[in-house]
């Protein structure tokens, strides 16, 4: 089994996450250079975080159109595993494969601490490990959090259960406390918060090695 881990300029926690996968997990990785096209042999693809070319359009605006994401839709909509961490879930939902929209937290500063969770894994692909309703807690970091959507598409996702994880004390004003997202299929996650920084007692916890090591079992 190997792991693809997404390379964008800007990008800066695609080590985070191949440190994590391969020293926690013990699961082999193939970094992707946002040029490439070539996903054969990959059994999952993680966006990671970052700041894609920078972000200096809007958060994934720019990354969406990267060569690299093409084969990733393709990928993903054959039923291929696919997880999106903050930068990465602003790529999701710019793609599509997500709906909805990251905007700017409300009150409009860089948020950086450990923030409490509850999940709901559903039919999640990368959840399997975790119990309904279980609280953990998962380091946030990022300026544009915000999750929104239309009322009528949120009552939408939270009917097909497709709200996997709620900040339990809402820090940047998303619509239903809405920390991650999956796709009908349960195959793609895009979560703010950042599994591989929970994968390790001395560097944050242990709270999101379950969610990597998914890929595992």
Request: overall charge negative; some cysteine; hydrophobic content about 40%.
């Amino acid at each position: 089994m190997t792991i693809g881990i997404v390379v964008f300029p800007g990008s800066n926690c695609d080590r985070d996450v191949r440190w994590a996968l391969e020293g926690c997990v013990g699961l082999p990785t193939r970094f992707l250079w946002h040029e490439e096209r070539d996903l054969s042999g990959l059994d999952a693809v993680v966006i990671p975080g970052g700041f894609s070319y920078g972000d200096y359009l809007r958060c994934g605006a720019i990354a969406r159109f990267a060569p690299v994401l093409e084969s990733v839709r393709l990928f993903a909509e054959a039923g291929g595993a696919v997880l999106g961490i903050c930068n990465g879930f602003q790529v999701l939902t710019e793609m599509g494969l997500l709906p909805g929209a990251l905007t700017r937290n409300a009150r409009l500063h860089f948020l950086c601490e450990p923030t409490p969770l509850s999940v709901n894994p559903g039919n999640c692909r990368w959840l399997k490990g975790y119990s309904e309703a279980e609280a953990i807690v998962l380091p946030i970091a990022h300026g544009e959090g915000r999750y929104q959507c239309e009322s009528d598409q949120l009552a939408e996702l939270e009917a097909n259960a497709q709200v996997v994880l709620r900040y339990a004390c809402n820090p940047n004003g998303s619509v239903g406390d809405v920390a991650g997202l999956t796709n009908a299929g349960g195959n793609v996650l895009g979560l703010m918060p950042h599994p591989e920084r929970a994968c390790d007692p001395l560097t944050g916890g242990l709270d999101g090695l379950r969610l990597l090591a998914s890929l595992s079992n």
